[in-house]
Antibody
Framework: EVQLVQSGGGLVQPGGSLRLSCAAS????????MHWVRQVPGKGLVWVSQ????????NYADSVKGRFTISRDNAMNTLYLQMDSLRAEDTGVYYC??????????????????WGQGALVTVSS | EIVLTQSPGTLSLSPGERATLSCRAN???????LTWYQQKPGQAPRVLIY???TRATAIPDRFSGSGSGTDFTLTINRLEPEDFAVYHC??????????FGGGTKVEIK
C-alpha cells in the first residue's frame, strides 16, 4: 500500500523550532518529488515547499523562505520539514504529499497523491 | 500569480441531488494543471480529478470535471451521503507557487 505517515507536530513557543517527518512506504521514494502543504483548521490549503527526487532542488513559499528547510533522506524513505523562527501565523495542520505526473507529448498533468495524515503545529506562548 | 476563486463557499443539497462547484482563475490556465480534491473532516485531501477532467483511480463516475481557460467545474451527480465534504481546486504548472482555491463545502440540506 502506498502510504505517507507523518510525525513531529506539537506545541511550540514563538521563535522556537520543530521538525516534521514524513515516512514513505509502498513506492520507490527516491523517484518522486515531494511537497509540504499547510492548512489552518477550517480554512483552505496553502502550499509551503517542494523538493526534487534527489534532494538537490527546493522551493519555498515567500511566507516561510529563510525560516523553513525541506530535506529528504532517500536511504530512509523519509521527507523532513525543519521549521525555525516559528510565528503564530505558522499554526496549522501540515501535510506531506507525493507529486504524481502523467505526461503526453511533452505536456504533463500534475497532482498530489497520496497525502500524509497531517501533523498539527501550534505556535503559541 | 494564479489566484483561484471557488464558489459557492457552501452548497446545501440533499442526497440524490446534483452538485455543481465552480473554480475560477484570475487568468487563463492550461487545463492540464487543474486538479480537484475532496477533504472530509479530520482527513487529508484526496485527489478526485486531475487535468481538469480525468478521474483519479477508484473515483466513482458520478464525479466529473470540465472547463477550460479561466472557468472550471466539478459536478457530482446523485449525491451520496459520503460525498458531503469540502472540495478544493488546485493549480500547479510545475513551477511554484502551487495555488489552491478557498474550498467549497457541500453540506446536507
Amino acid at each position: 500500500e502506498v502510504q505517507l505517515v507523518q510525525s513531529g507536530g506539537g506545541l511550540v513557543q514563538p521563535g522556537g523550532s520543530l521538525r516534521l517527518s514524513c515516512a514513505a512506504s509502498g513506492f520507490t521514494f527516491n523517484t518522486y518529488w515531494m511537497h509540504w502543504v499547510r492548512q489552518v483548521p477550517g480554512k483552505g490549503l496553502v502550499w509551503v515547499s517542494q523538493i526534487n527526487s534527489g534532494g538537490t532542488y527546493t522551493n519555498y513559499a515567500d511566507s516561510v523562505k529563510g525560516r523553513f528547510t525541506i530535506s529528504r533522506d532517500n536511504a530512509m524513505n523519509t521527507l523532513y520539514l525543519q521549521m525555525d523562527s516559528l510565528r503564530a501565523e505558522d499554526t496549522g495542520v501540515y501535510y506531506c504529499a507525493r507529486l504524481l505526473r502523467h505526461c503526453t507529448d511533452g505536456d504533463c498533468q500534475k497532482w498530489f497523491d497520496p497525502w500524509g495524515q497531517g501533523a498539527l503545529v501550534t505556535v503559541s506562548s | 500569480e494564479i489566484v483561484l476563486t471557488q464558489s459557492p463557499g457552501t452548497l446545501s443539497l440533499s442526497p440524490g441531488e446534483r452538485a455543481t462547484l465552480s473554480c475560477r482563475a484570475n487568468q487563463t490556465i492550461n487545463s492540464l494543471f487543474l486538479t480537484w480534491y475532496q477533504q472530509k473532516p479530520g482527513q487529508a485531501p484526496r485527489v478526485l480529478i486531475y487535468g481538469a477532467s480525468t478521474r483519479a483511480t477508484a473515483i466513482p463516475d458520478r464525479f466529473s470535471g470540465s472547463g477550460s481557460g479561466t472557468d472550471f467545474t466539478l459536478t457530482i451527480n446523485r449525491l451520496e451521503p459520503e460525498d458531503f465534504a469540502v472540495y478544493h481546486c488546485q493549480h500547479y504548472a510545475g513551477s511554484p507557487p502551487v495555488t489552491f482555491g478557498g474550498g467549497t463545502k457541500v453540506e446536507i440540506k
